[in-house]
């Protein structure tokens, strides 16, 4: 009789909790395994990087997220928290295992990479050495615990029990910690009372503070995240897309989204004009989705997403066009960017609008000097020709035009006395809608912003 049929339940080692393992430590991986640690777990983060694991080891984060360095150093410290390179230590160590690996975009596709998540399911499976639970968190396309179940009941040691479950992350970048700690919701699919009651358990602080649990079916817990996403995709292109109307129609976009945003059924969140989203979740996986949809044969489904995405990529061309309506020629002149992260408080520029217009201008023969308060070198591995510099002094200084591309709070606070010494011309766009436009233009600035009407632009409304 082998240990299912036995229905022997997944055995904890004898503090009483069970060990975790996490398995890939970028960006998803170790927030969870600091955070899990933080809530008093036993846990051990696996990669096939030993650089990356030697790094995580010291204490050393490989980038930005605010508060989770701190907790990194703390429990590698303690000796909570430990990584390696070993499946086989992994397999032997733990009770349950965490899937955060990647599901990148394949290239020249837009359908999800599924080949790390695939071989990190199998290579724990093969490593358990006794009942286990594997918990998927990576975004992958809908259908695939089903098959990564199937896969590692395949490849399990004859004699042990795998348990098997889907359990979405849904981190905001800036605030993961915050998120894995006291989450908004938790969604859970599996069809094991087995993995359900064991990830209560590992959950227990949030059920306590009354956080709600959703238990369903695999299929519904893979939807949850793209379908979340999807949403917020959506709702960023369609205040976007007015933002086109206002620019032509006269109107101020800001106003636009406020007005609607009383409205408790629209809410005001995520209705904030600019040069549209980025990084390594929304993007790829609205692509995914449409590419998943299309092969279950619901083309026609989600071909809104399709509009989505073309309009989230217009918005950069309208930066550039504003540029050039100001600027013209554009071959010699110093333009000053500020910001390259998709988003304040990251270091990410995965798909990044800000860095992607920065790449523009200077393709287009402008000098670009950039600032980042934290993405200056991620944005230099990516695009080595721009000029970084180390403050916003620096960046301005003899500008004939000044970008405000990412919404940090330094370039949100900026005040026009602040800098209107260094420029060469009081030029600037405002690619987030977050600075005052009277208190510029009161200061003799030529100031412009998506969603807001150019002055003597004269709209055909016959």
């Given amino acids: 009789m082998t240990a299912r049929e036995a229905g022997h339940p997944i055995r904890p080692l004898s503090s009483g909790r069970p060990k975790l393992t996490v398995i890939g430590t970028g960006y998803l991986g170790a927030t969870h395994a600091a955070s899990m640690a933080e809530l008093g777990f036993e846990v051990l983060g696996v990669d096939v990087d030993p650089v990356k694991i030697d790094a ?149 602080d949030a059920l306590s503070r009354d956080t709600p649990f959703i238990l369903t079916d695999f299929e519904t817990a893979e939807l949850v995240k793209v379908a979340a996403n999807a949403f917020l995709a959506t709702k960023i292109s369609f205040i976007n897309a007015f933002s086109e109307v206002t620019e032509t129609v006269g109107g101020d976009i800001r106003t636009l989204a406020d007005a609607i945003g009383y409205d408790a059924r629209i809410g005001r969140r995520f209705l904030n004009a600019g040069v549209g989203f980025g990084g390594g979740c929304l993007p790829k996986d609205i692509r995914a989705l449409q590419a998943r949809i299309g092969e279950l044969g619901l083309e026609r489904t989600m071909s809104f997403l399709d509009e989505v995405d073309k309009i989230n990529l217009r918005r950069r061309d309208r930066v550039v066009h504003l540029v050039e309506e100001l600027l013209g020629d554009m071959n010699g002149k110093r333009i000053a960017v500020l910001g390259t992260s998709f988003k304040p408080d990251s270091d990410d520029v995965r798909d990044s609008p800000a860095l992607d217009i920065a790449g523009r201008l200077y393709t287009a023969g402008a000098e670009v000097c950039v600032f980042d308060p934290k993405a200056n070198e991620n944005s230099a591995k990516r695009f080595p020709r721009l000029d970084y510099v180390d403050s916003t002094e620096a960046a301005v200084s003899n500008a004939d035009v000044v970008l405000l591309l990412t919404e940090w709070r330094t370039f949100k606070d900026m005040k026009p006395g602040d800098i209107e010494d260094l420029v060469k011309h009081r030029r600037i766009i405002d690619g987030r809608n977050v600075l005052n436009r009277v208190d510029w233009e009161n200061a003799g600035w030529t100031f412009r912003a998506l969603g807001l009407k150019v002055p003597g632009r004269l709209a055909d409304v016959s």
């Avoid at 905001?172 to 989450?183: M, S, Y």
């Fill in 56 to 204: 995580l080891s010291r204490g050393e984060l490989p980038f930005y997220e605010p508060g989770l360095s701190e907790l990194l150093r703390k429990h590698t410290g303690a000796g909570r928290l430990r990584f390696t390179t070993s499946m086989e230590e992994a397999g032997v160590f733990g009770d349950v295992h965490f899937i955060a690996v990647g599901t990148p975009q394949k290239a020249g596709e837009t359908s999800a990479d599924m080949s790390y998540v695939t071989a990190a399911v199998s290579a724990i499976a093969a490593a358990a050495t006794r009942n286990s639970l594997i918990v998927g968190k990576s975004t992958v396309p809908v259908g695939s615990a089903r098959a990564l179940n199937a896969l590692a009941q395949q490849h399990k040691r004859q004699g042990v029990r795998i348990e098997f479950a889907w359990n979405p992350e849904f981190l905001r970048e800036g605030f993961a910690v915050e998120d894995t700690l006291r989450p908004d919701r938790l969604v859970v699919g599996t069809d094991s009372p087995e993995a359900d009651r064991l990830l209560r358990e590992v959950y227990a």
